[in-house]
Each structure stands twice: as structure tokens, then as C-alpha cells.
């Protein structure tokens, strides 16, 4: 569906960028409503048995108001416009509207129509007003509009300024300068309330900051969003459009990976990533201990850093990116006198690191690396300090598809194993094949899960 | 045997002195850090950090039922949260792990344990707090070296 938006997205974008207080109501008969209702409902039931969801929206059950949809004009062409209804109780509040909760059938619609090829083509265009507009309705629409594909694939993000500026999402815009620095960031937070469960599932989304949004100018804003839309070979790079809500704790292995394909060819690229958060950034020391302890104490209430090593891995396609961050610990707490506890594995998506090297791998490779860290939550499968420790389940996560990393043992008192501290300097020492080095490392929000389909 | 049970009483008196009661403690906050500096920073040097408030009775009851814990070698440290509270007055700096249930008083230099029932609750509530300060993306001005 994408390679065909680019020829009708700026038909599209000309109807949603003048806001809803623009859309006319139809004077086409009937009978070409009927006939527009029956091929929507065709491409609604093929696209549910072809492909799944990707945000947390998306994947709702919800009812298309086909009765009460709408005719409009799409270009050259006419259109559908239906209101959407959820089976559950969805609630959204954004942090650009006082926090006020809206009803998502009230936001969100569906979008039909026909491109100039004839290809059917479905949008989900959900409106995010902000405090100007929650204000005054009768005003042109403020706030964020966004189109997705049936899967909720973003297809553009509108800002809508009340200086009556149209302004477009870029996820790849470069580093802000400093006097962009002073940005307001964009969230969403959504409640979808189970009366049955009499239980509230809350998921937010990462919208970007104003830095990310730029203004196209209302005399060419068509031409340029139209260049950069999907299948036009224009613009590239993911959208940071949804970041999983975290747990340190990953209960569910198969669930935090599920959003992984295994496809090969070239259009998908897998991507594995080491990383190191060295003990002492820099060095081998295997432990370092804390500057409010006695200097090289090992006495019981000093605390001592080991580090840790962790994995990121990462599916991009077209325009969508899958992060998901994810390192070995023990369950339970360990020390070299009690150095081995069931194994557990952990969201390491905020965990700073300092020096990282990245794999590219095809997708079999890929999914075999998946499959040897899921044993990390195994009853029975034991963290062990001195022989399988983070570093060591790194290593070995990465040597079941032939990356092989240097295996140096570090040694402390009672215990030696391989530790962050050498596994860095290896990383930093040895040319690598297929690695390429990162020596600026991460920080704790430079690395977020992206992608939701759980 | 009077005597014995004076000095039993005192002892456990004392002890219980020692350890923290971590429920009057307010103003927790977090502090948009998880590495290896996690001991290093002074805690007037927080403030360079983003930080985002946990919420006052969640916090209470985590720690209501932590206990003051001397382990006989240290506890690992892979990476934990960098928070401060106020306890009588004063500013404090703790640390709590991102694995297993322990976490570190600065001020008194001791260990203490959540109840384990409690601990991958608690890991939860601290990471969903960071990830929440994370998503802010706000961006720091490049350092600049002289």
C-alpha cells in the first residue's frame, strides 16, 4: 500500500492541511457512496488477514461508522471519511492540552479513497487539539494531526501552530542548535479501562519535540511533504513514534521480541549492537569501587561497580524502526562469596554505556541470537559471576552466528570471569570484522525501545 | 537475669536506631542518570541532571519494610538509579539497584533490602519513572573544553 501514497499523499495533505473546519459535506449521490463503503469494507478485510498492528491504537478492536461515513474529495477523486468507534474504553490525554482526556473515537477517523492509479488506499487520521483549540473549537484546528496506515505505520505528523503554521515531523532532523535547545517535547498518554478487570492499561507515545517539526510554509507545503512521502525515495530514517512502556524486569521474553520479523531479503536490515559500560571508562579494571567508600575497600558496605555489558537489536524497514534493549542479570543479589543466582533478563533501554560496537547480520543470524538470549529467563539457567556472567552471555549471544569477541578473563578478589571492563577494551583495541565502533557510547535516552505491537 | 534482658532491650534498641526510617523521608527525586559514575557524582552536582519526582506514598510503601542489611562482601553494582530524598531536613543521596532488591544510603554508608515479593514491583515503578524523565528528550548543551 506504502510504494502507492506518494502519488496521492499531497491530494490527501491538501484536504487535512486546511483543517476539518474546511471539509464540505458531499452532494454525490448514494449509489457512489455505496459503491465506496463496499471497497473500503473489501480493503479493511484484506488488510486484517495480511499484516499486524504496530502501535498499541492500532492493534484495538474497533467498528468502522461506516453508516455514518462521509464523502469528500480526495484530489481528483472521491473519498471516504468514517468515524471510528473502539470496543474498549480508549482515553487520551496529551501534555500540549492541560492534560485534559478525550475520548479516541472522538479524535480518531478513517480515511478512504482511491489514488490516481486506482489503488485503494486506507489512512487512520487521528487529531490531537491542543489547549488553544480545546478552547475555542470554532477556531481552525491547532495541535497534532496524525496520519497511519491501517497498521499504524506513520504516514506524516502534522503540527498545526496557532500562528496558523503547518509545520512537518522530520524523526531524522539533525541535533538541534543551541538556540532550538529551549524545545517543548510532545506526549501522549493513553487509558484503555477494563470494567471487566476493573483494571486501567495505560501506554504513552513519544510524539517529538517542536525542533522536529518544521515549517514547510502554507505555499509549498504540498510539494515538499509529497518528495518526502513513503515509497518516493525521498526522505529515509525511522520514526521514533512509539516507545514501549518499561519494565526493568522482561516477564515475557516471547512478547518483548514479538515484534521482530524474520524476512529475509534486503529490505529489511538487522542490526546487533554490544555495549559496554566500563566499571572505569577507559581502562580494564574489572571492579571500581565508590568514591564515598575507602579507596580499594572491599569491605562489606563499600559498593563496588562491575559494569555490565547488554545487546541492542534493532529491525528497520521502509519506515519503521524496532529497538529493543535487553542484558543479563542475577535475579537475586550477588556478591563473589554468593556468586550465582537464577538468571533474569532486563530492559536496559536507560542503562548509560560508554563504548559499543555494531553487527549487521541477516535475518536468520538475527533470530538465532533472539532465540539463545530467550533461554536467559529459563528456571534453572543461573547467572554466575565467575562463568556466566552479562559479559560472558554477550559474548556468547554474538558467537552463535560467528561474530567472535575476544573472551579475556579479569580477575578479583575471589572470582575471575570476563568483565566489561576488558570486554571495552577489546572492543576498542581489536579491528573487529563486520564491527563498527562506537566510542561516544549512550546515554540513558539515547537508545529507548522504539516500536509496539505488544 | 533483669540485667540480661536491660542489655538485650538496649541493643536492639540501638540497632534499631541505626536504620533509616525511609517512610519519613519526602521530596524523592530521580535523576536522569544510570552508569558508572552512579557513585561518583556529587550530590551537589545533581542538579546538572534532569530529574523527575516519584511519587511520595508509592515510594513509602516500597520502603516502609526495608531492612538495614551487612553483607559480608559487597553487592555487585551493574547499574542502578541515582535518587535524593530530604530526612529531617537534610538532603540525601541513595542509590538503588536496577537488579535484585538492595539499595545504598550514602549518608550512612549502609545497605538496605526490599522485601523481595516487592522487588520486581519496585524495579518497575523506578525504571517507568526514568523512562518517563527519558522521553522528554531534553538535550543538554554540548560541553565545551577550554
Not at chain 1, 230 to 244: E, H, I, Q, R
Request: charged letters at 15%; proline letters at 5%; hydrophobic letters at 35%.
Amino acid at each position: 500500500m506504502n510504494r502507492h501514497l506518494h502519488l496521492i499523499l499531497p491530494a490527501v495533505l491538501s484536504i487535512f492541511l486546511v483543517g476539518p473546519a474546511c471539509n464540505k459535506q458531499s452532494t454525490h449521490t448514494a449509489a457512489s457512496r455505496q459503491d465506496l463503503i463496499r471497497q473500503a469494507l473489501n480493503l479493511v478485510d484484506s488488510l486484517s488477514t495480511h499484516g499486524y498492528p504496530i502501535t498499541y491504537r492500532a492493534a484495538q478492536p474497533k467498528t468502522i461508522r461506516w453508516d455514518l461515513s462521509q464523502l469528500i474529495s480526495v484530489g481528483q477523486q472521491q473519498g471516504l471519511l468514517a468515524p471510528i468507534v473502539f470496543d474498549n474504553d480508549l482515553l487520551i490525554k496529551t501534555n500540549f492540552d492541560k492534560n485534559q482526556l478525550f475520548h479516541l473515537n472522538y479524535l480518531a477517523k478513517l480515511l478512504f479513497f482511491p489514488d490516481s492509479t486506482g489503488k485503494n488506499t486506507i489512512m487512520i487520521i487521528t487529531d490531537f487539539p491542543d489547549s488553544n483549540y480545546f478552547n475555542d473549537p470554532t477556531r481552525p484546528f491547532t495541535g497534532l494531526r496524525f496520519m497511519e496506515d491501517w497498521y499504524g505505520h506513520p504516514v506524516q505528523k502534522l503540527l498545526f501552530t496557532p500562528e496558523g503554521k503547518i509545520k512537518r515531523f522530520t524523526p531524522n532532523k539533525t541535533q538541534p542548535t543551541l538556540a532550538e535547545i529551549t524545545q517543548t517535547c510532545y506526549s501522549i498518554v493513553g487509558y484503555n479501562y477494563s470494567p471487566a478487570l476493573n483494571e486501567t492499561y495505560t501506554w504513552t507515545e513519544d510524539v517529538g519535540c517542536n525542533t522536529n517539526f518544521t515549517d514547510d510554509g502554507s505555499g509549498n507545503a504540498l510539494g515538499s511533504l509529497g518528495s518526502n512521502s513513503p515509497g518516493s525515495g525521498g526522505a529515509s530514517g525511522a520514526s521514533s513514534f512509539t516507545v514501549l512502556p518499561g519494565n526493568s524486569v522482561i516477564k515475557s521474553i516471547k512478547t518483548y521480541f514479538q515484534c521482530f520479523t524474520n524476512v529475509g531479503g534486503t529490505d529489511h536490515t538487522y542490526t546487533v549492537t554490544v555495549c559496554v559500560d566500563q566499571p572505569d571508562p577507559g581502562t580494564r579494571t574489572p571492579w571500581s569501587f565508590s568514591g564515598s567508600g575507602s579507596s580499594g575497600s572491599s569491605s562489606g558496605d563499600n559498593p563496588v561497580y562491575a559494569g555490565h555489558a547488554f545487546l541492542i537489536l534493532t529491525e528497520t524497514y521502509g519506515y519503521t524502526t524496532i529497538t529493543r534493549n535487553v542484558g543479563f542479570y542475577p535475579a537475586g543479589n550477588v556478591n563473589p562469596a554468593s556468586n550465582t543466582s537464577q538468571g533474569a533478563l532486563n530492559d536496559d533501554e536507560t542503562h548509560a554505556y560508554n563504548i559499543s560496537g555494531s553487527f549487521t547480520v541477516n535475518s536468520a543470524q538475527f533470530f538465532t541470537i533472539l532465540n539463545f538470549i530467550s533461554q536467559g529467563n529459563s528456571q534453572g539457567y543461573l547467572y554466575d559471576l565467575n562463568t556466566n556472567n552479562c559479559t560472558t552471555f554477550v559474548i556468547n549471544a554474538v558467537a552463535q552466528v560467528g561474530i567472535t569477541l575476544p573472551r579475556t578473563i579479569g580477575t578479583w578478589v575471589d572470582g575471575a570471569g570476563n568483565d566489561p571492563g576488558d570486554l571495552g577494551e577489546d572492543l576498542r583495541q581489536n579491528n573487529i570484522t563486520g564491527m563498527t565502533l562506537n566510542l561516544s557510547g549512550g546515554t540513558f535516552n539515547s537508545h529507548l525501545n522504539v516500536g509496539q505491537c505488544n | 537475669m533483669k540485667k540480661r534482658a536491660f542489655v538485650f532491650f538496649l541493643v536492639a534498641g540501638i540497632l534499631t536506631s541505626c536504620q533509616v526510617r525511609w517512610e519519613n523521608a519526602t521530596k524523592w527525586t530521580l535523576y536522569g542518570y544510570q552508569g558508572s559514575r552512579l557513585f561518583k557524582i556529587p550530590i551537589d552536582s545533581l542538579k546538572m541532571l534532569d530529574t523527575v519526582q516519584l511519587n511520595q506514598d508509592s515510594v513509602t510503601s516500597y520502603l516502609s519494610s526495608a531492612k538495614v542489611v551487612h553483607p559480608k562482601e559487597p553487592f555487585l553494582w551493574m547499574g542502578g538509579y541515582v535518587t535524593t530524598c530530604s530526612l529531617n531536613g537534610h538532603l540525601r543521596k541513595v542509590e538503588f539497584s536496577n537488579y535484585g532488591n538492595f539499595f545504598y544510603d550514602e549518608n550512612e554508608k549502609h545497605y538496605y533490602q526490599l522485601s523481595s515479593e516487592k522487588a520486581e514491583s519496585w524495579l518497575a515503578f523506578v525504571q517507568n519513572n526514568l523512562l518517563t524523565l527519558a522521553r522528554k528528550k531534553v538535550i543538554t548543551p554540548p560541553q565545551t573544553h577550554p
